[in-house]
């Protein structure tokens, strides 16, 4: 996927490969020091079959200069990816109790 305009307002437009625009809210970026890399975790807020919401992460240029969206293709990534989201979710049902 593309990304059309920058990360403004946390919210962002993507071109998907059918060429439909679809705006994306930025849940959080970070820096990973194990891959060197910036990361964002975005949602297009679409639920899932079982309720849900449907996120989305890729590896991004926090300095502005590339717009494009790049895919996270390793599976050390992967990891670091999901064990920062299982962190956020443990502490977000700590949260509601």
């Given at each position: 996927m593309k990304k059309d305009d920058p990360v403004n307002n946390n919210v962002?437009?993507?071109r998907d490969e059918a060429g439909n625009i679809i705006e994306c809210e930025v849940l959080f970026t970070f820096s990973s020091p194990e891959t060197n890399k910036d990361y964002i975790v975005y949602t297009d807020n679409v639920?899932?079959?079982?309720?849900?919401?449907?996120?989305?992460?890729?590896?991004?240029?926090?300095?502005g200069q590339s717009k494009n969206l790049m895919p996270i293709e390793?599976?050390?990534?992967?990891?670091?990816?999901?064990?920062?989201?299982?962190k956020l979710e443990e502490k977000n049902s700590e949260g509601e109790k």
């Open positions: 962002f437009s993507i639920k899932t079959g079982d309720g849900a919401l449907q996120v989305y992460a890729n590896i991004y240029d926090k300095t390793t599976e050390e990534e992967w990891n670091t990816v999901e064990s920062i989201l299982a």
